[in-house]
């Protein structure tokens, strides 16, 4: 595996973060990054994975839930293991208590905005502590969702602590592309941003194929925008956003992150793409 493109750069290598310092609009709750169907979430009563798992404790315990999980998850092609009943079931059951969803702290440069419409904003991210992994599976939509599960693992206690780490957003993934910015690498690097009680000794993962490691700071453009994210509207979303910037030719040319707010398998997933300013 290739490794070294895990980390956040001016320099082209890629990788990111991403949080909310400032009032921004559509932050993302509990509810939201526990979703994972729209068609479940309205039967649901409130949309809210966490909500549905609580009654499905109440009724059959974790094999109910991930089950849940698993019918939603094959259409996109995608299984979740029964190794991932304990995971699902702590994110689900109000972690421990640990509800706060903490964001990736952020500085911002600069918001763009048009006739009252946001752009897009420039934003400075410190250096930190990130957990990755890089997979390859047949689709992009496959491998954020495997790799969004062993990220999973990873926080609810298969680490060096034994313990719940706790959740932050955005989820994290690095894409590549060709010169032309037409064609996505297979390769796609999935990121969590540890949270700040663990920035200074960062627990080490179970999996050795997650890698933790120190991404540099980095000067990022931002734009928001919402759905499922596959290779045809990562593509175009990258398209639009070079369209918006004044001075593309600043920014990695390939590249790219898309940060997620939402589970990486909702319908009405909440992400932003990111351009990363070269250093």
């Not at 059951?93 to 440069?109: A, M, W």
Request: hydrophobic share 30%; aromatic share 8%.
């Amino acid at each position: 595996m290739d490794r070294g493109g895990c980390q956040m750069s001016g320099g082209g290598g890629g990788g990111g973060g991403g949080g909310d310092a400032i009032d921004r609009p559509g932050v993302i709750t509990l509810e939201d990054l526990e979703s994972f169907s729209e068609d479940q979430l309205s039967d649901s009563g409130n949309g809210s994975l966490e909500e549905e798992g609580e009654t499905m404790e109440a009724e059959d315990g974790s094999d109910r839930l991930l089950n849940y999980w698993q019918e939603v998850a094959r259409g996109h092609q995608v299984e979740v293991s029964p190794d991932m009943a304990e995971p699902i079931q702590q994110l689900s059951s109000n972690n421990q208590g640990q509800s706060h969803r903490e964001q990736v702290p952020f500085t911002l440069l600069l918001r763009k905005e048009k006739c009252g419409e946001q752009l897009y904003e420039k934003r400075h991210y410190e250096k930190g502590h990130w957990a990755c992994i890089t997979l390859h599976e047949d689709t992009y939509e496959q491998s954020i969702c495997y790799g969004f599960m062993r990220i999973m693992r990873y926080i609810c206690q298969q680490n060096s602590l034994g313990d719940y780490l706790g959740m932050t957003l955005p989820i994290v993934t690095v894409v590549r592309t060709d010169e032309n910015r037409s064609v996505i690498s297979q390769d796609v690097t999935v990121a969590y941003y540890l949270p700040l009680e663990h920035q200074a000794q960062p627990p080490q993962p179970h999996d050795n194929e997650i890698v933790v490691e120190v991404w540099p700071a980095a000067t990022v453009y931002t734009r928001g925008f919402t759905g499922p994210t596959n290779e045809v509207t990562i593509i175009n979303q990258i398209g639009a956003m070079a369209e918006l910037l004044d001075s593309p030719g600043l920014c990695v040319s390939d590249s790219f992150i898309v940060a997620g707010y939402t589970n990486p398998a909702h319908s009405h997933r909440q992400n932003e793409i990111w351009f990363l300013e070269r250093r």
